[in-house]
């Protein structure tokens, strides 16, 4: 037993040798480097990802580089932010892939915890955000912003950064994370980066590989239906006639149901009822085995 891990241990260690960029397993490694780059007064910057990268997550390490001298990326599956055992499991795992794609734009280091080193024997603690955590995801996901706030704590403290890049994609999260640096005195800058989507407006998400090519092609309609409800809220539509339509178009479409479809204010994610303030427009729906969401800036005219 003890011969078997050794050798595998040994085998991982030649394949990180041998990586397109540097790996970190361990958090002792990690902060000697962190720590060495303060030494020499560079400043760092962190991409949390689950892996799977696609060019999203790419935009976020191009941000990440151009703010900052030092760039981690994190790669973690983190089995508290799935409430579907199916999901997690069926979760895409490249980290082979994702090590190559980070390589050409220069990220300095990827980090692929050990899972005890998130969630050591006894782990006890759970990082959880009220008000802005509920309703949306929240309530289709339940656990799910405490296994993210859980782990994005310990990633945050793990690498010490001084900037951390987060997508807009996942817009609830991103106001979830914000409050939680706010609320824990973390010291490190959250910086939102802007959705990237396909040519036909579906945005990029690691889920989106699972969806057959009849449910690729409905895909879109999600998004375009929400734009057309923006312009019919900003032309005056009211809110409800506008969400009560796009509902119509996201189903006739092909999704079998909505999930959400909210208007909800940019800063805080109030629940909204006027197009008065900046607002976002947030949906999830079902297509196949994928669940899809969306969000778009619905800012009155
Ligand atoms: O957005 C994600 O990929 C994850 O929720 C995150 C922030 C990496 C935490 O696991």
Known sequence: MTAVTASAAEARAAADADAAIPIQRRKAGLRAQVAQWRREGLSVGVVPTMGALHEGHLSLVRAALAGCDRVIVTLFVNPKQFNDPKDLENYPRTERADAEKLAPLGAHVLYVPEPEEIYPDGFATTVSVEGVSGGLCGDGRPGH????????????????????YFGEKDYQQ???????????????????????????????????V??????RAAAPALNAAMRHAVEEMRAGAPVAGALAEARRRIVAAGFPSVEYLELRAADGLAPMTALDRPARLLAAAPLGSVRLIDNIAADPA
């Open 210 to 215: 699972r969806l057959t090519e009849g449910e």
């Open 145 to 164: 912003f405490d296994g993210v706030c859980t782990v994005v704590s310990k990633l945050l403290l793990q690498t010490a950064a001084d900037r951390a």
């Open 174 to 208: 991103l106001q979830v994370v914000t409050r939680l640096v706010r609320d824990l005195d973390i010291p490190v800058e959250i910086v939102p980066c802007a959705t990237v989507r396909e040519a036909d407006g579906l945005a990029l998400s690691s889920r989106n």
